[in-house]
C-alpha cells in the first residue's frame, strides 16, 4: 500500500492512466454482467408431466441443456405441465415447444396452430421405435376371458381417462369391438401411473382386465416382477418390425411441435440439432430415447380421436348421452336433491311448525299477559271504581267488596268477605222482590234494579245494583258480580221534591179553598141559619102550654138533616185539605170527579153556573192519590167558573167529560168563557203564571207535575166557538185484578 502510493505520487502521469485503465475494466465487467448476452433469449419447452415435475425434469432437462449447448444464443428453459396446463399455456403464448402425447398434439394442433417438428424415438433395450400401441390383456388363467367381448361385465383398469397410451387406444379398439368402457364393465378403475401398479393388479386378480401401453409387460418381465406367461393378451396383433405384444393399432410417439408464433428460424436450428443428436447421447439416454426422427403421420391419432369424440372432435354432447353417461350421477344427484330437497322441506315443515308453535306460543303469552294486564286493570279498576262491587259466590258468600263498598256500606273487607251478603239487607224487600232476583241471575240473566241496603250502621242507602252472573264456558254460573251505585243522595232529593210538591199541592188546595171560601161560607150558613132557625122555632113551642109533639119532631128532624148536610160539607172540605203523603191507589174518576163536583157545587150556585157531566160509565180506573186528583179536577172547575163568571154575556155551563183512547182517558173541562189568546197557551202550566189579580199562578203548575208523576200529560185546547178546554189523560188501569202467584218461600239466605 505505502508503496504504491509513494508511486502513485511519485509518477502522476501513470496514475492517472491506471486509473482509466481501471474504469475501463469495471465498466467492462458491468456490461458483461447486466447487458443481455445477444440471443439468449429464454426458449421454454413445455412437457407433458404425465408421471409427475420432477420425473419429467429428470427426463428432459439434459435435452435441454442439450440445445443450450448447441444453440448458446437461446437458453433452453423445461416446464413440466398437466395436460390442462399445457392447454393453457400453450393458449397464452407461453410456450415455444411443445412435448406431448400424440392426443394431446392434435387438440393443440387443431385448436392453437402447434406444428408437429419432430416425433420421439422412443427407445426399448437398445432399439428405437417411433410407433407405439397398447396392450389388453388379463390373467391368463382366466378361461373365461379369450377375447375383448369377454370383458363385457368385467372389471378393468387403465391409467386414465385421458392418457393416451394408458387408455385411448384400448378405448378405440374396446368401442370397436362393441364394448363401451363406460358402460359395459362390471367396473372400470383409473389407476394413474406408474403403469406397473396396474399389471400387478391384474396379476394379483383385484380386476379382471387392463390396458398398459406396449412393451410394459416386456419391460416387468425383463426386471423380473413378472412372468409373461401369467398374462394374457387379448385380440394380439402382429405387426412387423415391432416386438412387442399389442391389441391395438401402432400410432406414433410423441412429436414435439412448435407453437404458432415460434419463429421459423428458431424452429429449423431445433430440429436440426436434434435430428442430428446422437442417439446415445447422454441426454437421449437420460431421456429414454434414441434421438428423433422426422415427424410422422399422425392422421391415425386424429382418426382415434374422431372416433372416440375427444379432444377437437369433442361432440357437445346431446341430454340423451348426458343422461346415459352420467346416468348414475344423475340419479345419484336427483336422490341427493331428493334427500336434500326432502330434508330442506323437512326442515322447512320442521321449522315452519317451531315457527307456529313459537307464534301460538308468543300468542299464548302474550293473550296470558294481556290477560294478566287485564286482570290487573280489572281489579285496580274495579278497585278504583266509583261503584260499589261486591262478587259473591253462588250462596251469596262475599268474596271480594272493593273501596267504594267498604266507605258506602260501613263494612270494612275484613269482615265483609266471607260474610253472606245478607248483611246489607234492609227488610225493604218483599219475598217476591228476592225470588225474582234469584231466578234471574241464576238463569245467567243479569239483574238490574234500585235496591234499599242497611249500612252496618243501621242506616239505609239506595243501590243502582247490577248483579252479572260470571258463568263458565258451559254455561255452569259461577259467582255473581255486582256493581251499583250509591242513589240515596238523589232518592233523598227526589223524595224532598216528591214532599215539597206534596207540600206545594197543599198549600194550593188551601189557597183554592180560599178563593171559593165565600161560597163556601155562603154554603155552610145556610144550614146554620136553618138550623138556628129551628132550633128557636122548637124553644117557642116548648114555651107554649100544649107542645104539639109532631111539630116539634120535624123540626128536629130538619135540624138534624142540616147539621148532616154541614158536617158532610165540613168533613169533604177536611178531607181535601188534609195534609200528608200522597198516596197511590186505585181511583175511579168518576167518583173523584163526583167528589170534586160536590165541592164545586157551592161556588157553582153561588155563581148561577151549571155544572154538566158526561162520564163513561165503564172501567175508568186509575193509579194515583184520590184527593190530589180531586184537586186537579177541582182546580180545572174553579178556573173555568171564573172565567164564566167574569163574562157578563158568556154561557154559565161547564161540561166535564170523560172518554177512553188507547187504554187511556182523558178528562176534560170545558168553560164557554172568553178563553185564553194563544200566546198565552204556552205559559198556563207555568208556575206564577197568572192573569188575576188574586191568583197565585200554581194551580195548572201542581196539577200538571201531579198528572205527569202519574204517568199522564194536561192540555189545553180552544173551544169552539168559545171558551177553553182544559184536559188530562192517565193511563188506565188493567180491569182484570192481578192476578195472585203463589210464591214459593224460599230458604232466606242472602242478598247478592
Ligand atoms: P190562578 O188560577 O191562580 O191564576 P192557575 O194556574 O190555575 O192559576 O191559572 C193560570 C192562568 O191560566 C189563569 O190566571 C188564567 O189566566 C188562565 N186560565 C186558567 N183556566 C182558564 C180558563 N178556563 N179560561 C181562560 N183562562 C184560564
Not at 154541614?566 to 173523584?592: A, C, D, K, Y
Not at 148561577?608 to 175508568?620: G, M, N, P, S, Y
Not at 164564566?644 to 187511556?664: A, D, K, M, T, Y
Request: charged residues 25%.
Amino acid at each position: 500500500m505505502t508503496r504504491a502510493r509513494t508511486q502513485f505520487v511519485g509518477n502522476p502521469e501513470r496514475r492517472v492512466s491506471t486509473l482509466l485503465f481501471s474504469g475501463l475494466l469495471l465498466l467492462l465487467l458491468l456490461a458483461t454482467l447486466f447487458a443481455p448476452s445477444a440471443g439468449a433469449r429464454e426458449v421454454v419447452i413445455g412437457v407433458l408431466a404425465h408421471r409427475g415435475t420432477e420425473e419429467a425434469l429428470a427426463r428432459w432437462q439434459p435435452t435441454a441443456g442439450y440445445l443450450n449447448s448447441m444453440i448458446p444464443e437461446h437458453t433452453f428453459v423445461i416446464r413440466p405441465l398437466d395436460l390442462d396446463g399445457l392447454r393453457w399455456a400453450t393458449a397464452n403464448q407461453e410456450l415455444d415447444f411443445i412435448l406431448t402425447n400424440p392426443g394431446n398434439y392434435v387438440e393443440l394442433e387443431s385448436d392453437y396452430g402447434a406444428t408437429r417438428l419432430l416425433t420421439l424415438r422412443n427407445r426399448f433395450g437398445d432399439q428405437p421405435y417411433t410407433v407405439f400401441g397398447a396392450v389388453i390383456f388379463t390373467r391368463s388363467d382366466r378361461d373365461d376371458i379369450t377375447s375383448l367381448r369377454d370383458l363385457e361385465g368385467k372389471s378393468f383398469m387403465a391409467v386414465s381417462r385421458d392418457a393416451f397410451g394408458g387408455f385411448q387406444i384400448a378405448w378405440r379398439e374396446l368401442k370397436l369391438n362393441g364394448i363401451d368402457p363406460f358402460k359395459d364393465f362390471s367396473r372400470l378403475e383409473f389407476a394413474g401411473f406408474p403403469q406397473d401398479q396396474i399389471v400387478m393388479a391384474v396379476k394379483e386378480g383385484r380386476v379382471d382386465g387392463a390396458t398398459v401401453r406396449t412393451n410394459i409387460l416386456e419391460r416387468m418381465s425383463a426386471e423380473g416382477k413378472i412372468r409373461l406367461g401369467d398374462f394374457r393378451i387379448l385380440a394380439p396383433r402382429i405387426t412387423s418390425g415391432f416386438p412387442f405384444g399389442h391389441s391395438t393399432r401402432l400410432y406414433p410417439e410423441w412429436p414435439l411441435a412448435r407453437s404458432a408464433q415460434t419463429s421459423d428460424d428458431l424452429a429449423q436450428q431445433v430440429a436440426v440439432v436434434l435430428l442430428t443428436m446422437p442417439q446415445d447421447h447422454p441426454a437421449a439416454v437420460a431421456g429414454r430415447y434414441a434421438g428423433w426422427t422426422v415427424p410422422l403421420d399422425y392422421h391415425l391419432v386424429h382418426e382415434l380421436l374422431v372416433e372416440l369424440g375427444l379432444g377437437p372432435y369433442q361432440v357437445q354432447p346431446t341430454l340423451e348421452d348426458l343422461l346415459a353417461a352420467y346416468a348414475e350421477w344423475i340419479a345419484a344427484g336427483l336422490a341427493l336433491l331428493l334427500l336434500l330437497s326432502g330434508t330442506t322441506a323437512y326442515v322447512l315443515h320442521l321449522n315452519q311448525r317451531l315457527k307456529q308453535s313459537k307464534y301460538v306460543l308468543e300468542m299464548e303469552v302474550r293473550e296470558r299477559m294481556r290477560a294478566e294486564r287485564g286482570l290487573l286493570h280489572l281489579s285496580s279498576a274495579l278497585e278504583q271504581s266509583a261503584d260499589i262491587v261486591m262478587i259473591t259466590d253462588v250462596d251469596g258468600v262475599i268474596e271480594y267488596v272493593n273501596a267504594a263498598f267498604e266507605e258506602v256500606t260501613g263494612y270494612d273487607r275484613e269482615e265483609a268477605v266471607n260474610s253472606p251478603a245478607r248483611i246489607l239487607k234492609s227488610g225493604y224487600h218483599d219475598q217476591e222482590f228476592y225470588e225474582r232476583l234469584w231466578s234471574t241471575i241464576l238463569e245467567g240473566r243479569v239483574f238490574k234494579e234500585v235496591m234499599i241496603n242497611r249500612r252496618k250502621d243501621g242506616s239505609l242507602y239506595y243501590e243502582e245494583k247490577t248483579i252479572t252472573p260470571l258463568k263458565t264456558e258451559d254455561g255452569r254460573v259461577l259467582s255473581f258480580v255486582s256493581t251499583g251505585r250509591d242513589i240515596t243522595r238523589r232518592i233523598e232529593a227526589e223524595e224532598r221534591a216528591r214532599q215539597r210538591e206534596a207540600q206545594l199541592a197543599h198549600v194550593s188546595r188551601i189557597s183554592l179553598m180560599g178563593e171559593m171560601a165565600s161560597s163556601l161560607a155562603h154554603e155552610l150558613n145556610q144550614p146554620l141559619a136553618a138550623i138556628v132557625n129551628y132550633a128557636n122555632g122548637c124553644l117557642r113551642r116548648l114555651e107554649q102550654p100544649e107542645i104539639d109533639r109532631d111539630a116539634l119532631r120535624q123540626a128536629l128532624e130538619s135540624i138534624s138533616t142540616q147539621g148532616e148536610r154541614s158536617g158532610q160539607i165540613i168533613h169533604r172540605l177536611r178531607n181535601f185539605m188534609r195534609r200528608g203523603e200522597p198516596q197511590r191507589t186505585s181511583v175511579t174518576v168518576r167518583q173523584v170527579v163526583a167528589e170534586a163536583c160536590e165541592l164545586a157545587a157551592l161556588e157553582a150556585k153561588n155563581k148561577r153556573i151549571t155544572i154538566k157531566q158526561e162520564l163513561v160509565d165503564t172501567w175508568d180506573q186509575v193509579s194515583g192519590d184520590p184527593i190530589q186528583l180531586e184537586q186537579v179536577i177541582l182546580n180545572l172547575i174553579h178556573n173555568a167558573m171564573e172565567a164564566i163568571h167574569g163574562c157578563e154575556n158568556c154561557p154559565r155551563v161547564v161540561l166535564i167529560r170523560s172518554f177512553i183512547q188507547e187504554g187511556r182517558i182523558s178528562v176534560e173541562v170545558i168553560d164557554t168563557g172568553p178563553g185564553l189568546p194563544e200566546k198565552d197557551m204556552e205559559h198556563v202550566f207555568e208556575a206564577f203564571y197568572t192573569t188575576k189579580s188574586d191568583g197565585m199562578g200554581m194551580g195548572l203548575s201542581i196539577s200538571r207535575s201531579i198528572i205527569e208523576a202519574l204517568g199522564g200529560s194536561m192540555y189545553i185546547r180552544p173551544n169552539l166557538p168559545q171558551g177553553a178546554r182544559f184536559g188530562f189523560s192517565l193511563p188506565l188501569e188493567k180491569p182484570e185484578a192481578p192476578a195472585s202467584e203463589s210464591v214459593t218461600k224460599r230458604e232466606e239466605k242472602s242478598l247478592p
